[in-house]
């Protein structure tokens, strides 16, 4: 049984940093394609960053330049810092892993499978 733990969010002023982190059980993070999405309240789930099993990265236009993506093989763990945050930042981030895997990985949160409880992240002005 899959399970995705996530940890990190939290409310931060703009301009701020924070590093969300969610540990694997059941799944090899570097084995297929995972990754971060978001949900804002009345929006769509979003693509942010994700990362292939060749360690390959793909970040969403509005978090390129401030938001990293990176995978701790020994601790099975998936992590994303995020730096000068913005209030349009705000969401609910969930970390998502998928069956797939190859150099690229979509943005597009139908193509993953299993998804984590999701942590809030809250960046006020």
């Known amino acids: 049984q899959v399970q995705l733990v996530e940890s990190g969010g939290g409310s931060v002023q703009a301009g701020g940093s924070l590093r969300l982190s969610c540990a694997a059980s059941g799944y090899t993070y570097s084995d297929y394609c995972v990754g971060w999405f978001r949900q804002a309240p009345g929006k769509e789930r979003e693509g942010v960053a994700v990362i292939s099993n060749y360690g390959i990265t793909t970040l969403a236009g509005s978090v390129k330049g401030r938001f990293t993506i990176s995978r701790d093989s020994a601790k099975n763990t998936l992590y994303l810092q995020m730096n000068s945050l913005k209030p349009e930042d705000t969401a609910m981030y969930y970390c998502?892993?998928?069956?797939?895997?190859?150099?690229?990985?979509?943005?597009?949160?139908?193509?993953?499978?299993?998804w984590g409880q999701g942590t809030q992240v809250t960046v006020s002005s």
């Open positions: 998502a892993a998928s069956l797939r895997n190859g150099w690229w990985c979509s943005l597009d949160n139908n193509e993953y499978n299993y």
